[in-house]
C-alpha cells in the first residue's frame, strides 16, 4: 500500500513539477500575445489619430483656403517686387558703370591722340636731320662734339631723349591696351544692363499675372455667396487668432523697455493722433474691433503714440502689421501695410512713419486697420482717436 502511495505521490510531483516548469513558457507566451496585441491597438490608434488629424488639417485647409491663397498670392507679388527692384538697381547700376568706362575711355583716346602727336613730331625731327636710323643721328651729334666735356654732355642729353622716346613708346602702347580693356568692359557692362533689363520684363510679367490671380480672388469673393461667406468665417477665425497673437509676441525686455515710456493713458482719451487720413469704411469682418480707413496706396502710416516696436511681418488675414508696446499693458496694431520702415525693438515717437498703406491680407482694396488693446483685451479704437480726422 505504501508503494503504492509512494508511486501515486511520485507521479504526481512528476506532474507538478511539468506544470510549473511549462508555466514560465506559458505566461511568457501570454505575456508575448498581450505585448503585440497592445502594439497592435496602439499602431490603431496612431492611425487612427492620423487619420483624424489628416481630416482636420483638409478642413482647416479647405476652411482657410481664401486666405491662405491670398497670402501666397502677396507673398509672391512681394517677392516679384523685390527681385524687379533689384533688376532694376543692377540696370541703373550696369548703365552708370558703362557711362563712367565711356569717360575713362574718352579721356584716354585723347591721351592717346596727344601721345600720338608727339611721337609723330618726334620721328619727323629725326628725319629733318637726314638721317633715317637714330644710331646714326646719335654718332653726328656726338662726332659735334667740342671737346670731351661737351661730348659727354651730349652724350647724357641723348641718353635723356632716347630714355623719353622709350617712355613715350611705352604709354602708347600702354594707353592702346587700356582703350582695348575700356571698350571690352563697356560692351560687358551694356550686355549685363541688356540681360537685367530682359529679366526684369519676366519679372515684370510675373508681377501681373500674380496681380491678376489676386484680383480674380477678390471678385470672387466679391460676386460669389458661397465665397464671401468662406472668406468671413477666415477672419473671423483670424481675428480670434490675433488676441492669441498679442499675448506672446513681446519680450520682457521689450515690455519694461515700453514701461519706461508709458505714452498712453486714459487722460489722453480721445486725443490720439490718426495714423492716417482718408475715408472710415466698414471693417472688412463684422467681428473687427478695429478701425478700417481706406486711403491712396502707399500713404505714410505714422504712429498713434510713442513706443517700442513688438513685432512685424505678415499676418494671417491681416496681411503686413506691425504691433507697437506703449507701456502699461496699451499695444496698437497696424495692418494691411504695403512696406514696413520699423524693426522689432526700435522706439519710436509719435506720428513717426512705421510703413506705407497697402492691401495686403484685405480683401477691400487698399487700407490701414487699426487697433487698440490693453492687458490683451481690445478697445474702442475710434473713442481713442481725435474727433476730427487730422
Not at 104 to 126: F, T, Y
Not at 176 to 199: G, Y
Not at 219 to 226: A, D, I, P, V
Request: proline share 2%; net charge positive; with cysteine.
Amino acid at each position: 500500500m505504501r508503494l503504492f502511495d509512494l508511486r501515486i505521490l511520485g507521479c504526481f510531483v512528476c506532474i507538478i513539477a511539468a506544470i510549473f516548469l511549462q508555466a514560465p513558457l506559458v505566461l511568457l507566451a501570454q505575456a508575448t500575445d498581450q505585448t503585440e496585441q497592445w502594439q497592435q491597438e496602439h499602431e490603431r490608434k496612431r492611425e487612427e489619430k492620423r487619420n483624424l488629424e489628416e481630416q482636420r488639417n483638409t478642413i482647416i485647409q479647405k476652411e482657410q483656403g481664401i486666405l491662405q491663397k491670398l497670402q501666397e498670392i502677396e507673398s509672391k507679388l512681394a517677392a516679384n517686387e523685390k527681385e524687379l527692384a533689384r533688376y532694376h538697381q543692377e540696370i541703373e547700376s550696369h548703365t552708370f558703370e558703362a557711362e563712367e568706362l565711356q569717360r575713362e575711355l574718352g579721356e584716354l583716346l585723347s591721351q592717346d591722340k596727344r601721345q600720338k602727336k608727339l611721337a609723330v613730331k618726334r620721328i619727323r625731327a629725326i628725319y629733318k636731320l637726314g638721317y633715317n636710323e637714330e644710331a646714326e643721328h646719335l654718332l653726328k651729334i656726338l662726332l659735334g662734339a667740342q671737346d670731351m666735356q661737351d661730348l659727354v654732355e651730349k652724350y647724357k642729353y641723348m641718353g635723356v631723349i632716347a630714355e623719353a622716346d622709350q617712355n613715350l613708346l611705352k604709354d602708347i602702347q600702354l594707353r592702346q591696351a587700356e582703350i582695348a580693356e575700356k571698350s571690352v568692359e563697356i560692351r560687358q557692362q551694356i550686355q549685363l544692363a541688356k540681360a537685367a533689363s530682359e529679366a526684369a520684363q519676366t519679372e515684370r510679367s510675373n508681377l501681373l499675372a500674380q496681380e491678376q490671380k489676386r484680383q480674380q480672388l477678390l471678385h470672387k469673393y466679391r460676386t460669389e455667396k458661397g465665397v464671401h461667406n468662406q472668406a468671413i468665417r477666415e477672419l473671423n477665425a483670424a481675428v480670434a487668432q490675433l488676441g492669441d497673437r498679442l499675448g506672446i509676441i513681446s519680450e520682457a525686455r521689450l515690455k519694461e523697455q515700453a514701461n519706461t515710456i508709458k505714452s498712453i493713458r486714459t487722460a489722453r482719451f480721445g486725443k490720439l493722433p490718426w495714423a492716417v487720413v482718408g475715408k472710415v469704411v466698414p471693417n472688412q469682418t463684422p467681428t473687427g474691433r478695429g478701425i478700417t480707413i481706406q486711403a491712396k496706396k502707399g500713404t505714410p502710416v505714422r504712429c498713434i503714440a510713442k513706443g517700442v516696436v513688438a513685432n512685424t511681418g505678415p499676418v494671417f488675414g491681416y496681411g503686413n502689421t506691425v504691433f507697437v508696446m506703449h507701456g502699461d499693458g496699451y499695444i496698437s496694431v497696424y495692418a494691411h501695410l504695403s512696406s514696413i520702415s520699423v524693426t522689432r525693438g526700435d522706439t519710436i515717437q509719435a506720428k513717426q512713419v512705421i510703413g506705407t498703406l497697402g492691401e495686403t491680407g484685405s480683401l477691400i482694396g487698399p487700407v490701414l486697420y487699426l487697433e487698440l488693446w490693453k492687458n490683451q483685451e481690445p478697445l474702442n479704437t475710434r473713442r481713442w482717436l481725435t474727433r476730427k480726422m487730422k
